[in-house]
């Protein structure tokens, strides 16, 4: 948790990124997101995660969606989601979806989990060059997972670092 907060915390401050970071579970996002907040303020970081039921709910997400740093899960930040100034996506968790076909077939619209929120990162609203952060937990099931993914970035040219390379820049 704190490692992500560092990264999402470097991306902000070096390199003034708008951000999304999606991960899996609820409790990584809110406490990555009370970590930043300590550091940042809730101006700057927002939490998208779970339900967001009543119209006082998605209201407060609106606000969210408009800060720099955005933390969420991907049901939230999947299908549907648009932030225009997004010039960075940082994956904190496996997503799977990318297989030998969908590296073939990824100039169709639409496409895997995968592809929609890396998508949010790439559409070039804005002049700085798409950045994908893709962290790996090493020593997992999800490590091997990753070559998969790599290849798909090669493929669609996009600029991107894992975590062991980011920890050494």
Known sequence: TELCARLLKTLYDKEQRTIIAVARRVSLCQDIGKLLRKHFGNNVVGVCAGPATTKKAKLARQQEIKKPILIGTIATLGEGFDKPDLDCVVLLTSVKGITRDSVAKSGKRGGSMLEQIV????????????????????????????????????????????DASFEKS
């Open 119 to 162: 998508n949010r990162g790439t559409r070039r609203a804005n002049l700085k060059l798409p950045l994908i952060v893709d962290v790996v937990d090493v020593g997992t099931n999800f490590e091997a997972q990753k070559y998969g993914r790599f290849r798909w970035y090669h493929h669609k040219r996009l600029k991107f670092r894992d």
